[in-house]
């Protein structure tokens, strides 16, 4: 192995790495201490060394607030070690290299960390560069000055050194990579093969690099890595460079809070003392990045990038999901699509490839990270792929993605384009390159890498918001939504998919900023079933739950076991858990609510908490049964357990509702209180199971009357597009209820997949109150909480549709019928799909925002032969037709369209033999 080799300045030792294969060299010196006199100043060229340099250790970190000492997300996730060794004498980098010998030519990756030009440095366990190295890359980490060491500017800097007034720490990182530009073929590295590549202030640090103009010659790729960020008020960007003269102006009022007098006296002052006047400076006035200064920089990085004022080479960035978002949109995202969109106006020869990270992070346990989202820099770990070193509980899935993300990035680096085969020497996922014309993007997601996201949900910045409301694979149904702070929880059952009864799973909680309805997130287990003591094997099931806060101020989960007819009770001190069993409902001498004799058994709680008071609604009447009479209502203590108001019954069931407003909408299960203005809406599921109706009362404690249908998962009664009696989807038991999210009301509800009772989807439709508080019924459509029609861009996945049924519009679920269904089992995050498709055959979608729209496209498989004809309303003529034929891959086809605009269905019916399978729809324009 090459563990000792020679550069410009003598020779240098490395040692094995944690695969022997690789050598890792730590602590090169790549120019002069910058103290002293060379404080303030650009880096110097590094003095020759006799001997043999032994590059074991790292260097000293650049000069910066030390590490590990805070309790903040950062100080746990990698800046854990206060006793590592920090000067202003910082300037070295590390390589990790797998060449044999040091004629390889190897290509090169140049690193620069992030840290917001203020802290960071190149030993954190992050960027190990081994598993890039194992993959046949020569891997670079470079440090450079921070702060008010690396860019501070004074009119005294600028008289001294008028060519160098600033920017010292993109000095550094410049000077280190034309080191390495000189020097790396002693590692076997490639001197004409590097890209240069950073994350946060690092990627900035990328672009600064690439639009520099004595680096033109030496870059040949470069990754931003969520890099690039502008702020809607130019006034309000903390990211957009001072002119010289205005930093010059912030470092005089620096000097001035520091007592010296000029920049003799302010390079006598020791680290420390600079650094503590430095911070104590930065509460009132802002910190120190790099500037305008007419020299290495002489105008905005990014704007110099869309004039195409920067290397002429291939760029890969992107962004995490949860970063730097206003209004629920991520500002990296929105300026790196602008940005780069811009740009190729201007070349559009030029390949760029963007990327989003979005998969489930796991919390750390520490308090408020139970689920962090996709923070800032967390995508780190995948790229370098050295997740094991990160404390959080990765899973399996997620070092399959990690493998994945490392190979796009290797091959990027090895050739500028990150399509290709990986580590185990498969293919890819193609990766197709981001033009304006055709805004292809990377979704790097649990699952793996996945091509623009499913299809074309996302648009722009923001996910729509489509139903099902969460992915594909997740089967969350009985949903009692919550909006607690700025977020909506959703509260329910948990479904398998192929499971052979309702509600296998443990209870999990899903949420979404209520700004952004398209962004739901996982934020784990909240309750598993073995956590009740009647349940410590598992063998019961959770079945419909509900949740109310206290008048603590604490969270508490109401629910049912499947074979007891009791009310258990859990507590957490935040909404999404995790809960511990609290205990059950039970009357004053200790008997459990539906033991006592007299009661009815228990069944599918809701709850409600006003002034104190805790009103809890039950109740299950199966048709035909006379034991059971209706929903009840039973009043707690503030206990939150104990039985103030013995069961009352407020609605009644199947054989108790003749000649009442009930008859033929009574209640069957799933009580759900809420309130709207001073009227209590009780909504239940009713006889008929499809529907969930409500009542109404000024009193929690009733009496209730009937209201009528809010929404049928079947959308019986609809007859604005179809005639009422008529079922358009495959339907079953219903349950959910309404709420109200950032000023606007939905109704929640489920629908079923697979062809089974048993793996149910969650859904929502906006509603709407008339003046007299009453409740239309909604048709169910595929937009649910987008707040409007879907655009009409991008690629849609087909299990979307809101509308699937045969000639014979069956009203509920039958086995074989057509249906949404996904590849595998239960907990694999794949796409849904429609199959089975025959002969008469209908799949409805609800709305569009069509704009010029002149064809469809479509992916089919399974073996058919025929055509899909396509109209935008049920009774309404053919406005085109898809011929296609089976195949045994998703296979694409065309037809043509008269111009439409405005908002729209889109209906397919397919015409012809043998059994098709729908993936997906895209408009042509």
Same mark, same amino acid.
């Given at each position: 192995?090459?563990?000792?080799?020679?550069?410009?300045?003598?020779?240098?030792?490395?040692?094995?790495?944690?695969?022997?294969?690789?050598?890792?060299?730590?602590?090169?010196?790549?120019?002069?201490?910058?103290?002293?006199?060379?404080?303030?100043?650009?880096?110097?060229?590094?003095?020759?060394?006799?001997?043999?340099?032994?590059?074991?250790?790292?260097?000293?970190?650049?000069?910066?607030?030390?590490?590990?000492?805070?309790?903040?997300?950062?100080?746990?996730?990698?800046?854990?070690?206060?006793?590592?060794?920090m000067s202003e004498d910082c300037l070295y980098l590390n390589i990790w290299t797998p060449a044999k010998r040091a004629d390889e030519k190897l290509p090169v990756l140049v690193w620069y960390f992030g840290g917001g030009f203020q802290w960071g440095y190149t030993a954190e366990m992050e960027f190990n560069g081994e598993a890039l190295a194992k993959r046949g890359i020569v891997v670079v980490s470079v440090a450079y000055r921070l702060g008010c060491f690396g860019f501070l500017a004074h009119k005294d800097i600028t008289a001294e050194n008028p060519e160098a007034p600033g920017n010292f720490g993109l000095l550094d990182q410049r000077f280190g990579l034309h080191w390495v530009h000189r020097n790396i073929a002693a590692f076997g590295?490639?001197?004409?093969?590097?890209?240069?590549?950073?994350?946060?202030?690092?990627?900035?640090?990328?672009?600064?690099?690439?639009?520099?103009?004595?680096?033109?010659?030496?870059?040949?790729?470069?990754?931003?890595?969520?890099?690039?960020?502008?702020?809607?008020?130019?006034?309000?960007?903390?990211?957009?460079?001072?002119?010289?003269?205005?930093?010059?102006?912030?470092?005089?009022?620096?000097?001035?809070?520091?007592?010296?007098?000029?920049?003799?006296?302010?390079?006598?002052?020791?680290s420390k003392e600079l650094l503590e006047g430095y911070d104590k400076f930065a509460q009132d006035h802002p910190r120190m990045f790099p500037i305008i200064d007419g020299k290495f920089c002489d105008s905005d990085p990014v704007e110099r990038f869309v004039n195409r004022k920067c290397a002429d080479v291939p760029v890969m960035s992107g962004n995490t999901s949860d970063e730097f978002k206003i209004d629920g949109i991520s500002m990296v995202e929105s300026s790196v699509k602008s940005a780069f969109g811009d740009a190729h106006k201007n070349a559009p020869d030029q390949k760029f490839y963007y990327y989003r990270f979005d998969?489930?992070?796991?919390?750390?346990?520490?308090?408020?990270?139970?689920?962090?989202?996709?923070f800032h820099s967390c995508d780190l770990w995948f790229f370098f792929g050295n997740l094991a070193k990160c404390h959080r509980p990765?899973?399996?899935?997620?070092?399959?993605?990690?493998?994945?993300?490392?190979?796009?990035?290797?091959?990027?680096?090895?050739?500028?384009?990150?399509?290709?085969?990986?580590?185990?020497?498969?293919?890819?996922?193609?990766?197709?390159?981001?033009?304006?014309?055709?805004?292809?993007?990377?979704?790097?997601?649990?699952?793996?890498?996945?091509?623009?996201?499913?299809?074309?949900?996302?648009?722009?910045?923001?996910?729509?918001?489509?139903?099902?409301?969460?992915?594909?694979?997740?089967?969350?149904?009985?949903?009692?939504?919550?909006?607690?702070?700025?977020?909506?929880?959703?509260?329910?059952?948990?479904?398998?998919?192929?499971?052979?009864?309702?509600c296998l799973g443990d209870y999990v909680c899903w949420s979404a900023p209520v700004n952004d309805l398209g962004e739901w997130k996982y934020e784990g287990v909240s309750y598993p079933k073995v956590s009740d003591p009647l349940n410590p094997d598992g063998h019961m099931c959770l079945y419909a739950p509900d949740v109310t806060v206290g008048p603590d101020g604490k969270y508490y989960l109401y629910y049912v076991l499947d074979k007891v007819c009791i009310v258990?009770? /859990?507590? @957490?001190?935040? %909404?999404? =858990? *995790?809960?511990?069993?609290? !205990?059950?409902?039970?009357?004053?001498?200790?008997?459990?609510?539906?033991?006592?004799e007299g009661d009815e058994p228990q069944f599918d709680p809701g709850v409600i908490t006003e002034n104190g008071v805790i009103y809890l609604f039950t109740g299950f009447c199966g048709q035909g049964d006379k034991s059971r009479h209706g929903a009840m209502l039973t009043v707690l203590g503030e206990d939150m357990l104990t039985v103030k108001k013995a069961p009352k019954f407020i609605a009644p069931g199947n054989q108790y509702s003749q000649g009442t407003p009930y008859e033929g909408h009574?209640?069957?299960?799933?009580?759900?209180?809420?309130?709207?203005?001073?009227?209590?809406?009780?909504?239940?599921?009713?006889?008929?199971?499809?529907?969930?109706?409500? /009542?109404? @009362?000024?009193? %929690?404690? =009733? *009496?209730?009357?009937?209201? !009528?249908?809010?929404?049928?998962?079947?959308?019986?009664?609809?007859?604005?597009?179809?005639?009422?009696?008529?079922?358009?989807?495959?339907?079953?038991?219903?349950?959910?209820?309404?709420?109200e999210i950032a000023g606007q009301w939905y109704i929640f509800y489920h629908r079923h997949t697979n062809g089974t009772w048993f793996s149910r989807q969650g859904c929502a439709e906006k509603i709407n109150f008339e003046a007299d508080g009453s409740i239309k019924q909604v048709e169910i459509t595929s937009c649910g909480l987008n707040n409007g029609p879907l655009s009409d861009k991008g690629e849609y996945p087909a299990y979307i549709a809101c509308n699937i049924f045969t000639k014979e519009h069956k009203i509920y679920v039958e086995a074989g019928a057509p249906r949404v269904v996904q590849e595998g089992g239960d907990g694999d995050q794949?796409?849904?799909?429609?199959?089975?498709?025959?002969?008469?055959?209908?799949?409805?979608?609800?709305?569009?925002?069509?704009?010029?729209?002149?064809?469809?496209?479509?992916?089919?498989?399974?073996?058919?032969?025929?055509?899909?004809?396509?109209?935008?309303?049920?009774?309404?003529?053919?406005?085109?037709?898809?011929?296609?034929?089976?195949?045994?891959?998703?296979?694409?086809?065309?037809?043509?369209?008269?111009?439409?605009?405005g908002t729209h269905a889109l209906y397919l019916t397919y015409k012809g033999t043998g059994n098709a399978s729908l993936a997906s729809i895209e408009f042509l324009h």
């Open positions: 192995m090459l563990r000792t080799t020679k550069v410009e300045n003598g020779l240098v030792k490395g040692l094995a790495g944690e695969d022997p294969r690789i050598t890792v060299y730590r602590g090169i010196p790549f120019a002069k201490p910058p103290i002293g006199e060379n404080r303030f100043r650009a880096p110097q060229p590094c003095d020759d060394w006799e001997g043999t340099l032994e590059a074991y250790d790292f260097g000293p970190i650049s000069y910066q607030d030390t590490p590990g000492i805070g309790g903040g997300l950062y100080d746990r996730e990698w800046h854990v070690d206060p006793e590592i060794p590295g490639d001197p004409d093969r590097i890209t240069i590549s950073g994350q946060s202030a690092g990627g900035s640090s990328t672009m600064h690099q690439l639009t520099n103009p004595e680096n033109y010659d030496i870059v040949k790729g470069a990754a931003i890595l969520s890099g690039i960020i502008r702020m809607p008020k130019m006034d309000d960007d903390i990211f957009r460079p001072l002119s010289l003269s205005q930093a010059e102006d912030l470092g005089a009022q620096f000097f001035e809070s520091l007592g010296v007098k000029d920049l003799s006296e302010a390079r006598k002052l020791t998969p489930d992070i796991p919390g750390d346990g520490h308090p408020g990270d139970s689920y962090p989202g996709t990765y899973e399996g899935h997620h070092y399959d993605l990690q493998r994945q993300m490392c190979d796009y990035y290797a091959n990027f680096i090895k050739t500028g384009n990150p399509n290709g085969e990986g580590y185990d020497k498969l293919p890819l996922p193609e990766w197709t390159p981001y033009t304006p014309e055709n805004p292809a993007e990377m979704e790097f997601l649990g699952r793996g890498a996945v091509p623009r996201l499913e299809g074309g949900i996302r648009q722009n910045s923001q996910k729509q918001a489509v139903n099902p409301y969460l992915p594909s694979w997740e089967y969350i149904p009985d949903g009692e939504p919550y909006v607690f702070g700025d977020r909506v929880y959703v509260y329910g059952s948990h479904d398998l998919y192929q499971g052979e009864t309702f258990s009770v /859990a507590v @957490s001190d935040t %909404p999404a =858990g *995790p809960f511990k069993f609290y !205990g059950y409902v039970h009357y004053e001498d200790g008997t459990k609510l539906g033991e006592k009574a209640f069957f299960e799933a009580p759900s209180i809420r309130k709207h203005g001073d009227t209590y809406y009780f909504v239940y599921s009713s006889e008929v199971m499809h529907e969930l109706c409500y /009542a109404t @009362s000024k009193d %929690p404690e =009733g *009496p209730y009357e009937y209201g !009528g249908v809010i929404v049928s998962n079947c959308d019986l009664h609809i007859d604005s597009y179809k005639k009422a009696e008529e079922a358009t989807a495959y339907g079953a038991n219903n349950h959910g209820s309404i709420v794949n796409p849904g799909y429609i199959k089975d498709i025959v002969d008469g055959t209908t799949i409805g979608f609800k709305y569009f925002d069509l704009k010029k729209v002149t064809g469809l496209r479509i992916k089919t498989r399974a073996y058919y032969n025929g055509t899909f004809e396509i109209r935008t309303a049920l009774d309404g003529e053919v406005l085109g037709e898809i011929k296609g034929i089976g195949s045994n891959i998703w296979t694409s086809f065309e037809g043509k369209l008269p111009e439409l605009s």
